[in-house]
């Protein structure tokens, strides 16, 4: 008797234990289904079954359809593993002149570049791939090149590009009409919106945890916005049970399936051999008892208890999942959750090859547990240290009317804050959706990531005449906080015209006269010359704007501006409008 054929029960007390909606379970020999399983709901608010054609949010298991995009056009020869990748695209610009030069798609997709994710830049973002690649010269390094294994998903928003320019077709079109049609993967595209009407796509959903790291409820995740550049290559990617087992079906048979070769064995081989070592040790060291991990290309790869064993999994908005393979024993395992953030998802992989391989059972599940139910624990009691480490009765430097307003910072969307009644919201511009933003202390604020359930503090800075100018956001945690400036503020029309004219001084010959051209304002001291002015504070009361180290700021009464403070470094006067 297999150990596949009790395998239901366990899975379903699994699945229980971690308080898990829905799973879907698939594993393969060959082109054999050797266990297939749909478990719970799809849909809890409605009592949706799970079913074996329901689909789910890949996440970060696309990574292995756009490396096989590239390996598709190596077989053709239009693309080399190990050329440099500016030869294809000479947009491709870096903040290091030496890694722009020679980096190749080898390291591209396997994850040893230098750059660490900075995953916020560009996240649901609805910009072009080709002005995704202008903003990349702007990401800062945290490593040497080739120095360490630093997860990227930047990178693979690249090689999408790179697919496109090569093969002159998106690479949405060519993922579809090189991989999915060939391989009959009929469910599979990348948007929340089915191929069609009678495929139905599971909701995905949050743990909302008590102040032990419990399970008290679930949260229903909305999908977001599904952009042609984030999560795209990196993360786009919807599919089934049935789809995914064509999927692995090609990876267990030398790249064929049936009497169709989609891939060469050797460049498929090449995206499962070790690419980049990640260093052992830790929770990973405690699990397996293995300090033996690696990248391939589009897949992680380790020793598994005399095997090989490949695998990819992703986290992405209420789904978790995973899916591998030992290529030894031609079997292939997928392990599909609605629960974002799940370990469900890996300890039913290792467990499956346990099983169909018939090893010395490890009850992973209970391992996984071991390990896990400790760490949300920790992350309860984080989020009480943080109300704990606020200091009481330290108000903002400011008005709170002054934190307000739009901050830019090169490669990143702009961050923004408003207000809305007597609460404060923030957001990163065409990407993260406003979400409350509170006081925490002194000037530094907690914005609530609210696809994440995550605080994070923002810390708001000065500039030398005391005003608020800039913010400091921990956006990724490998380089230094990313320092957000205060954009310009664009003034209406006709406050730009009642703001021309000439301001009379106290001081005789001494005046300013304010101009305008091409939509920009100037002002002019009498026997100098023009200075471009910009708004940083726009009241009811008051028009500020500046010029180099000067302030202009301009009392406003109704649709009038009767008079002007000049404040300089080393004085401050008052004028009058006079004309």
């Given at each position: 008797m297999s150990r596949l054929d009790s395998y239901t029960q366990y899975l379903q007390d699994a699945m229980k234990s971690w308080s898990c909606p829905g799973l879907a379970v698939a594993v393969i020999r060959g082109e054999e289904v050797l266990h297939q399983g749909v478990y719970g709901m799809r849909d809890i608010e409605n009592n949706l079954p799970m079913t074996?054609?329901?689909?789910?949010?890949?996440?970060?298991?696309t990574k292995s359809f756009a490396a096989m995009s590239i390996a598709l056009l190596v077989d053709e020869g239009r693309l080399a593993w190990d050329k440099p990748v500016n030869e294809y695209m000479p947009d491709f610009v870096l903040d290091d002149e030496y890694i722009t030069a020679h980096i190749t798609v080898r390291d591209m997709l396997s994850h040893r570049t230098g750059l660490p994710r900075h995953d916020f830049a560009v996240w649901r973002l609805d910009i072009t791939p080709a002005e995704f690649i202008k903003r990349?010269?702007?990401?800062?390094?945290?490593?040497?090149?080739?120095?360490?294994?630093?997860?990227?998903?930047?990178?693979?928003?690249?090689?999408?590009y790179l697919v496109e320019k090569v093969s002159g077709q998106p690479w949405e079109t060519f993922v579809q009409t090189r991989i999915f049609e060939p391989l009959g993967m009929v469910a599979s595209n990348f948007m929340p919106e089915p191929p069609r009407a009678d495929q139905t796509t599971a909701w995905g959903y949050r743990a909302d945890r008590d102040e032990k790291g419990g399970v008290k409820g679930l949260t229903r995740m909305p999908y977001g916005k599904h952009t042609q550049v984030s999560p795209g290559?990196?993360?786009?990617?919807?599919?089934?049970?049935?789809?995914?087992?064509?999927?692995?079906?090609?990876?267990?048979?030398?790249?064929?399936?049936?009497?169709?070769?989609?891939?060469?064995?050797?460049?498929?081989?090449?995206m499962h051999l070790p690419q980049m070592v990640i260093p052992g040790g830790g929770v990973n060291e405690a699990l397996h008892g293995n300090t033996i991990f690696n990248y391939g290309?589009?897949?992680?790869?380790?020793?598994?208890?005399?095997?090989?064993?490949?695998?990819?999994?992703?986290?992405?908005?209420?789904?978790s999942l995973e899916i591998g393979f030992v290529p030894q024993e031609n079997i292939g395992v997928i392990v599909l959750t609605n629960l974002q953030a799940l370990p469900l998802r890996d300890a039913m992989l290792y467990e499956s090859i346990d099983r169909v391989l018939d090893l010395p059972d490890r009850d992973w599940n209970q391992r996984?547990?071991?390990?896990?139910?400790?760490?949300?624990?920790?992350?309860?009691?984080?989020?009480?240290?943080?109300?704990?480490?606020?200091?009481?009765?330290?108000?903002?430097?400011?008005?709170?009317?002054?934190?307000?307003?739009?901050?830019?910072?090169?490669?990143?969307?702009?961050?923004?804050?408003?207000?809305?009644?007597?609460?404060?919201?923030?957001?990163?511009?065409?990407?993260?959706?406003?979400?409350?933003?509170?006081?925490?202390?002194?000037?530094?604020?907690?914005?609530?990531?609210?696809?994440?359930?995550?605080?994070?503090?923002?810390?708001?800075?000065?500039?030398?005449?005391?005003e608020i100018d800039t913010v400091s956001i921990?956006?990724?945690?490998?380089?230094?906080?990313?320092i957000f400036k205060r954009k310009p503020i664009t003034l209406p029309e006709d406050l730009m015209a009642a703001l021309l004219g000439k301001y009379t001084t106290p001081i005789a010959g001494w005046a300013y006269t304010v101009t305008r051209r091409e939509g920009k304002l100037y002002i002019t001291p009498t026997g100098g010359t023009p200075e471009e002015m910009q708004a940083y504070r726009l009241t009811d009361a008051l028009v500020g704007l500046s010029a180099k180290r000067v302030r202009f700021e301009f009392a406003r009464t109704d649709a009038a501006i009767p008079s002007l403070t000049i404040k300089m470094p080393d004085a401050t006067l008052e004028a009058t409008h006079t004309a």
């Open positions: 074996a054609d329901t689909r789910f949010a890949m996440a970060s298991v990349m010269k702007h990401f800062k390094f945290s490593a040497t090149f080739r120095e360490k294994f630093q997860y990227n998903n930047l990178m693979y928003y690249a090689a999408a290559a990196a993360g786009a990617l919807f599919s089934t049970l049935a789809d995914l087992t064509k999927w692995l079906t090609v990876h267990v048979n030398s790249g064929t399936v049936g009497d169709f070769k989609l891939v060469s064995p050797d460049n498929l081989k090449l290309m589009g897949w992680f790869v380790e020793p598994y208890r005399g095997n090989t064993l490949v695998h990819h999994g992703g986290n992405v908005e209420g789904f996984y547990h071991a390990i896990f139910d400790p760490y949300f624990a920790a992350l309860a009691s984080g989020k009480q240290t943080a109300k704990q480490e606020q200091t009481p009765d330290a108000p903002p430097t400011h008005p709170l009317e002054t934190y307000l307003g739009i901050y830019a910072a090169d490669g990143y969307p702009d961050f923004a804050v408003r207000r809305e009644g007597d609460s404060l919201l923030a957001s990163t511009v065409g990407s993260l959706d406003w979400s409350p933003f509170r006081h925490y202390h002194y000037d530094v604020f907690e914005w609530h990531l609210s696809d994440f359930d995550e605080w994070l503090k923002v810390r708001f800075l000065t500039n030398d005449n005391g921990p956006l990724e945690p490998a380089v230094d906080n990313i």
